[in-house]
């Protein structure tokens, strides 16, 4: 009884993959097309982002190189072309890669050379785009950090603060102490000092002993002295 079973179910199985081989055969063919795909645009993806950040390499050294040899004020006009064209360059290459990795180094490196230029509010989109391209990697953050100093160049405090709570609201910031420092000094300015002193006591709960924490306590005794919050 048990052997006639075990015909019974092997003749149906065969039965089955006899009805079904060209389904079967053709969903393994899709399998293995696929695959083939898919290490093709990995590899082809690997190669142009090796390309992408070698270009990036040259693009700095270049920069570098033209920086070391003078001061900015002693620069020729022929440094300062090159400087526009490594710009243009480097502008190119960012849009080219603008929701991966090398884009958003170009972008960083593109705020970096406008931000030298005093070109604030291009530096800013630069640093917003640089995040943009790579938002969950540790350089978001500190993209977001240049992007309020570029506001704060531009008297958006508001934009500011903004992009400094985002910043600061990321576990991967590494300047979070920093940040929560300018965060209080611009609440101070603007004369709101409870505010002012939620951000620097934050600053001292988190990072008690570094130079910004005893800025910023220093700073909580001196406003609480003056009788400027309840």
Known sequence: MEKEEKKTVSSRVNAWLTKYRVVLLSVVGLLIVAAI????????????????FNELDDLQYQYVTIKNENSPSEETDEQKAKVQEILIQTKNLAEKNSKNAVGSRAYMFEAEIEFSLADYA???????????????????????????????????????VELLLKAVDRKDFSMKARA??????????????????????????????????????????AIEADGLVQ
């Open 180 to 221: 929560l420092y300018s965060l209080g000094r611009i609440e101070d300015q603007r004369k709101n000092y409870d505010k002012a002193v939620e951000y620097y006591t934050k600053l001292n709960d988190e990072f008690s002993g570094i130079t910004w924490a005893q800025i910023a306590k220093t700073r909580i005794i």
């Open 37 to 52: 795909v898919f290490a093709v645009i990995y590899y082809v993806d690997l190669n142009t982002r090796e390309k992408g």
């Open 122 to 160: 291009a530096a800013k989109a630069s640093w917003l785009k640089a995040a943009d391209a790579n938002v969950k990697a540790y350089t978001a953050p500190l993209c977001w950090y240049n992007a309020a100093i570029c506001s704060e160049n531009l008297n958006d405090i508001d934009g500011a």
